[in-house]
């Protein structure tokens, strides 16, 4: 069965936002913004287990 790039992106989109956030969450750590880097390092999980409770929601 052939993937197209689409179907690749609305598999895996949670987890590519969480990648971008943690990304973005050790870039303001490492430039200083301690705080804020903590705050946006919080949303990885968060993405995640959203992504998870929605999917679970959608099979039932």
Do not use: C, H
């Given at each position: ?17 969480a990648f971008i ?34 999917r679970q929601r959608r099979k039932k």
């Amino acid at each position: 069965m052939k993937k197209t790039m689409k179907d690749f992106i609305e598999a895996y989109y949670p987890i590519l936002l969480a990648f971008i956030s943690f990304l973005m969450s050790v870039t303001l750590w490492f430039m200083g913004n301690k705080l804020e880097g903590i705050f946006v390092g919080i949303w990885v999980p968060s993405i995640l287990s959203l992504s998870i409770a929605i999917r679970q929601r959608r099979k039932k």
